[in-house]
């Protein structure tokens, strides 16, 4: 299970790239094994501005659907389009290629309430 030392983590399992005021979020590489193979990432948030702890998408295995839920408030500026038609890469690279969302963060203070990888791992009891 790999867990990035340069990323911020919620308990929900998304991960969280600051770079100045907008975040690039995906699921955890966790996550993405629990759920087994992706079939289908829904994103219909594109353009609005979703509150912390909101879903804003969901994402389909083979044997289950989960919500995504918005580790920061902003706004959803740009969706990963490359997953509409390949949501494997979530599967092939949680923290690359198989990013969600970025988002244009409204308030840069909730970034203090996301975990680092070492609280994340606690998360996971790792």
């Known amino acids: 299970m790999n867990i990035l030392a340069d990323l911020k983590y919620t308990k929900d399992h998304e991960w969280v790239k600051i770079e100045g005021d907008v975040a690039t979020v995906g699921i955890t590489d966790f996550a993405q094994g629990e759920l087994g193979d992706i079939v289908y990432v829904d994103v219909e948030t594109l353009d609005e501005e979703v509150d912390k702890d909101e879903v804003f998408g969901t994402v389909e295995a083979v044997k ?60 996971l009891g790792a």
């Open 64 to 123: 289950t659907v989960s919500d995504l839920f918005m580790p920061l408030t902003g706004e959803v500026i740009e969706l990963n389009e490359s997953l509409e038609d390949d949501p494997e890469l979530v599967n092939k690279d949680p923290y690359g290629e198989g990013w969600m969302i970025k988002i244009k963060i409204k308030d840069s203070s909730e970034v203090d309430g996301l975990l680092d990888a070492e609280g994340y791992k606690e998360v």
